[in-house]
């Protein structure tokens, strides 16, 4: 039970293995855009309590191990992971890629 989170109700181990993948995995995590992907990560999981485990930028993928609490909705986080990336990630222009 030593790695078990808990809350007021509840003592729970809820663990997510999250993929995302390029289009045609294309290689286009790369440089800047790979280190902008990772910090808005975090952040994203930090407003969101989210632990993450483990995780991985390659170049055409994303690998993250995240706990999350039952009060979290997995496809609620990933909706707004992935609507954060897109809205940051338009500082970019398309000739970076």
């Not at 952040?43 to 055409?60: N, P, R, W």
């Given at each position: ?48 309590e ?6 991985h930028?390659?170049?055409?993928h ?13 496809a609620e ?21």
């Amino acid at each position: 039970m030593e790695n078990y989170r808990k809350s007021a109700h509840a003592t729970y181990d809820i663990k997510y293995h999250i993929v995302w993948i390029t289009k045609y995995r294309k290689p286009v995590i790369v440089g800047k855009i790979a280190e902008r992907t990772r910090d808005l990560i975090r952040q994203v999981c930090q407003t969101k309590e989210v632990e993450i485990l483990s995780g991985h930028v390659e170049k055409d993928h994303i690998h993250l191990l995240v706990s999350v609490s039952p009060h979290e909705v997995i496809a609620e986080y990933i909706k707004n992971q992935n609507l954060e990336e897109r809205r940051k990630n338009d500082n970019f222009e398309i000739g970076q890629l």
